[in-house]
T-cell receptor, first 114, second 111 residues
Framework: DAKTTQPPSMDCAEGRAANLPCNHSTISGNEYVYWYRQIHSQGPQYIIHGLKNNETNEMASLIITEDRKSSTLILPHATLRDTAVYYCIVRGILTNFGNEKLTFGTGTRLTIIP | DTGVSQDPRHKITKRGQNVTFRCDPISEHNRLYWYRQTLGQGPEFLTYFQNEAQLEKSRLLSDRFSAERPKGSFSTLEIQRTEQGDSAMYLC?????????FGPGTRLTVL
């Protein structure tokens, strides 16, 4: 799986949009970008994933650059409950015999400031 | 959908004791995963099951670790002769389509 690079920490004011970047310059054409977050002492929570098109759901938007070498997770109106570690993960298309595991890095610690 | 559940949520044990954790996946999810997370690090893959078959094991899963999923539903992870280095959060996840959903984890402390 491709390696990802994220800033170790970020701050964002409550009510503003939080933009979390991720670099995955060695991503291949059949690898997805996944985002999870982990609030202190809880299990990781799935947020969103995409292949090459931008994606949006009730939690966030995912913007993937045209060359697919980087992406940005956008939380449109950050609240205090969005304070967490955010992980960007690249994983290949699932097959019958591989690409099952998620490889987590150390993520970005996002702190929402009141 | 009640989500992935894990039991116990916390376990404190003395070095050398055996411990067993249980994971109940989301109903009808045929794939189940175990991860381990130490302080300040992201989760690390340990093993996964498709139904009752254990299909992949990480090198992190030493001989003291064993995982089972006997009927293709819940799974157990046993650690024998625990060591202080086994102290970590043990996470379970399950999936049916292309997304893994995680449980709350079991935090193990080995004294």
């Amino acid at each position: 799986d491709a390696k990802t690079t994220q800033p170790p920490s970020m701050d964002c004011a409550e009510g503003r949009a939080a933009n979390l970047p991720c670099n995955h310059s060695t991503i291949s054409g059949n690898e997805y970008v996944y985002w999870y977050r982990q609030i202190h002492s809880q299990g990781p929570q799935y947020i969103i994933h995409g292949l090459k098109n931008n994606e949006t759901n009730e939690m966030a938007s995912l913007i993937i650059t045209e060359d697919r070498k980087s992406s940005t997770l956008i939380l449109p109106h950050a609240t205090l409950r969005d304070t967490a570690v955010y992980y960007c993960i690249v994983r290949g298309i699932l097959t019958n015999f591989g690409n099952e595991k998620l490889t987590f890095g150390t993520g970005t610690r996002l702190t929402i400031i009141p | 959908d009640t989500g992935v559940s894990q039991d116990p949520r916390h376990k404190i044990t003395k070095r050398g004791q055996n411990v067993t954790f249980r994971c109940d996946p989301i109903s009808e999810h045929n794939r189940l995963y175990w991860y381990r997370q130490t302080l300040g690090q992201g989760p690390e893959f340990l093993t996964y099951f498709q139904n009752e078959a254990q299909l992949e094991k990480s090198r992190l899963l030493s001989d003291r670790f064993s995982a089972e999923r006997p009927k293709g539903s819940f799974s157990t992870l046993e650690i024998q002769r625990t060591e202080q280095g086994d102290s970590a959060m043990y996470l379970c996840a399950s999936r049916s389509t292309d997304t893994q959903y995680f449980g709350p984890g079991t935090r193990l402390t080995v004294l």
